[in-house]
């Protein structure tokens, strides 16, 4: 008999047998000694909540938004890097839940179907992630792009100039479709249902970037460009350059600093996500839960706050909400969910989350999740802030 699928965890455990190790690894890794990464879903059990009784718990309400758009919850999904190495096609099935779920997806600039591919197929809009590179033309064309596919916001991505270290994708080679080792196709052999739906589709490498930048034509020369286009010089003065060359809704993700988090508001983008790339890239930085507080207390009246990294269930969501965000972004929720079971698995890692969220928040006393603040922690923090 099945086991029965009753949270994020066993989606986890199932993907971890179906997507081949190294991109099983690629998702869920961290950078160095992966302390931060532990530490984004570890910070959030330690927060505590108060349960309230003899209080009306009827006619909940789950709907928000985001950045001004109606969602069902407030949690996105975030852009996600080789989502179609998880699943054949992730990026379209990853869309395709998001739009029947209500909440948004966010398409990574790194993913496997292109923009194009994935407004094709969508049932709604969605939202383009950016990462700035040294080609500024290519950066172009991609923002040109996301407007013709009608992308409803940018996210741009601050946090990525310099790659950190990640042991596990050194290890396992990671390429993109997988090189043919001894290694890899032992470990390919054990995984049948991913291998013949991948050879069932076309899309087997970075759907943006072949055929759109010049000398790139094969998947050797495209690592080699992708590795040397992270540009170190990214600079706020590069920010507005793009908000204003993208002229929508404009998200910048990879915050971490009150300090830098006041820049970010300056440049008058419509949110910030307080993230540390899911521990990927820095470690030994805190947990996004630990920083939003502060950086809350410093720009939560002037700009709105979404979080990521170490989101695993509906209560580590209304925890953030609890401490100062307007909505969430969650990726290796959503990626288990893929590689476990497709499309239907994403689907299902929202309504896991959904229910989770919606039973913590009754059994806080509240109806509506716009109602959440800190009212609902035990000990909460204290504003560093008069």
């Known amino acids: 008999m099945a086991k029965a699928i009753t949270c994020i965890e066993d989606l986890r455990q199932l993907a971890e047998r179906r997507v081949p190790r190294m991109f099983y690894d690629y998702a869920d890794s961290g950078s160095w000694t992966e302390s931060t990464y532990r530490a984004n879903s570890g910070d959030f059990a330690a927060i505590k909540l108060r349960q ?35 699943h054949p096609d992730g990026e379209i099935h990853a869309a395709r839940a998001a739009a029947k779920a209500g909440v948004p997806f966010t398409l990574s600039t790194m993913s496997i179907c292109s923009i194009e591919d994935v407004a094709r197929h969508s049932d709604a809009p969605f939202w383009f992630q950016l990462y700035v590179m040294r080609d500024r033309g290519f950066i172009d064309r991609l923002i040109d792009r996301a407007k013709a596919a009608e992308c409803s916001a940018l996210v741009l991505t601050l946090d990525l100039q310099i790659l950190g270290q990640r042991h596990k994708d050194i290890r396992n080679g990671l390429s993109t479709p997988p090189r043919p080792t001894i290694a890899n196709l032992i470990n390919l052999a054990t995984k049948p249902r991913w291998c013949w739906n991948m050879l069932r589709t076309p899309r087997r490498d970075f759907g943006n970037i072949t055929g759109h930048v010049g ?19 990214l600079s706020w003065d590069d920010v507005k350059y793009i908000r204003d060359r993208w002229g929508g809704k404009l998200i910048l993700k990879g915050v971490m600093d009150a300090e830098d988090a006041e820049s970010a508001a300056a ?24 920083a939003l507080p502060a950086i809350a207390d410093a720009v939560g009246s002037k700009i709105e706050l979404l979080m990521d990294s170490g989101i695993r269930s509906g209560q580590d969501v209304i925890k953030a909400l609890a401490l100062g965000a307007k909505g969430v972004m969650i990726g290796r929720s959503f990626i288990y969910g893929l590689g476990a079971m497709g499309e239907k698995g994403v689907s299902l890692s929202l309504d896991i989350i959904r229910k989770e969220l919606d039973t913590t928040m009754a059994l806080c006393g509240l109806r509506d999740v716009r109602d959440v603040d800190a009212r609902i922690l035990v000990d909460p923090p204290r504003p560093s802030r008069t």
């Open 267 to 290: 440049t008058g983008a419509d949110a910030l996500v307080v993230s540390n790339h899911g521990g990927r890239q820095l470690d030994g930085a805190p947990s996004s839960i630990a």
């Open 215 to 233: 000398g790139v034509g094969d998947m050797r020369s495209l690592s080699s460009w992708a590795a040397n286009q992270f540009d170190p010089r």
């Open 52 to 86: 309230r009784v003899a209080v009306d718990m009827s006619d909940r309400s789950l709907a928000s938004t985001m950045i001004g758009q109606p969602v069902a919850m407030p949690v996105a999904l975030a852009p996600v890097g080789l989502t179609g190495m998880q």
